[in-house]
């Protein structure tokens, strides 16, 4: 039996799809990961044996993982393609930033995507996220022109997250060029829509790269991160290091902390330094409740 070596496009029902030199392979895991409690992982890359038929194999080998996410599970993401609309639903920024904490505390780059532009003016989200340092885009999936987004897929693993109803699987549907994902209407009362991705998939572009789609990125969990090492995840807060009274500042209410003094500067939006301290306290919370368990 060959060995072939590749990347878990994904897994339904115990069945494994793999991307291979060879082409798209269906596959079963070895028994003893499940023995040994190891879930094979959409956008793990794999070592497989083929079956005598030459069609099918077995999951023999994980290999080292570069990242893993926990809600969504999936691993080795380059990029997340943080999806907003700047109308219908309006931009949730504190759900916005605590994703960018997960993928900067996860080294993973961070594409700012504001989507329906014909909706209205993108240029107050396009200042803020430019100005923190990240690459930004402004489309609109509805009049089907994403020609800016697709330069950033090139050679990447992209995660595409965002709520319900800002039009992911649309985008999506336009990279691929077709309905590969079913798009969900936006209800005018709750301003959200369905949740229409039933798992995640990965999915190989002509220009060697990779996307997946996710759940709404407000199933992303901080993880490995503490109160005291937020402020690492903010990265416009760096050129600040350093430059407070105390050490231990928290950038929250102390005389002569240096971000604070950015604030009214307008080197550091204030949106982004709300998120900071809406997160700080979350963190915060999750470790005085930690401590007394």
Avoid at 142 to 148: F, H
Avoid at 180 to 207: D, M, P, Q, W, Y
Avoid at 227 to 237: H, I, K, P, Y
């Amino acid at each position: 039996m060959g060995e072939l070596q590749g990347k878990i496009l994904k897994g339904i029902g115990g069945f494994y799809y793999i991307d291979t030199p060879e082409g798209e392979i269906e596959c079963r895991a070895r028994g003893i990961f499940r023995k040994e409690n190891i879930t094979p992982l959409v956008g793990d890359n794999v070592k497989i044996k083929l079956n005598q038929d030459g069609k099918t194999g077995v999951i023999s080998e994980i290999l080292p993982r570069e990242n893993s996410l926990i809600r969504p599970p999936v691993a080795n993401i380059s990029q997340i393609a943080a999806v907003i609309a700047v109308e219908n639903p309006k931009p949730n920024l504190q759900v916005l930033d605590k994703l960018i904490c997960c993928a900067e505390n996860l080294g993973i780059k961070v594409l700012i995507c504001i989507n329906k532009s014909d909706l209205g003016d993108c240029s107050l989200y396009e200042n803020i996220y430019k100005n923190a340092g990240f690459d930004v885009v402004t489309f609109s999936a509805k009049q089907e022109d994403i020609s800016t987004l697709l330069p950033y897929l090139e050679g990447e693993t992209t995660a595409f997250a965002g709520n319900s109803g800002v039009g992911k699987s649309s985008i999506i549907n336009l990279i691929l060029g077709e309905e590969i994902f079913e798009t969900g209407e936006v209800s005018e009362k709750a301003e959200r829509g369905k949740h229409t991705t039933r798992h995640s998939e990965l999915r190989k572009l002509e220009n060697s790269g990779y996307i997946i789609d996710t759940p709404g990125f407000t199933s992303f969990e901080l993880q490995d991160i503490t109160a005291s090492e937020l402020s690492s995840t903010f990265r416009e807060f760096e050129q600040y290091q350093g430059m407070c009274k105390f050490p231990d500042c928290t950038h929250r209410v102390e005389k002569g902390c240096a971000v604070l003094e950015a604030l009214p500067l307008g080197k550091i939006a204030p949106s982004r330094h709300e998120s900071y301290l809406a997160l700080y306290e979350t963190l915060k919370n999750i470790k005085q409740w930690e401590t007394k368990k």
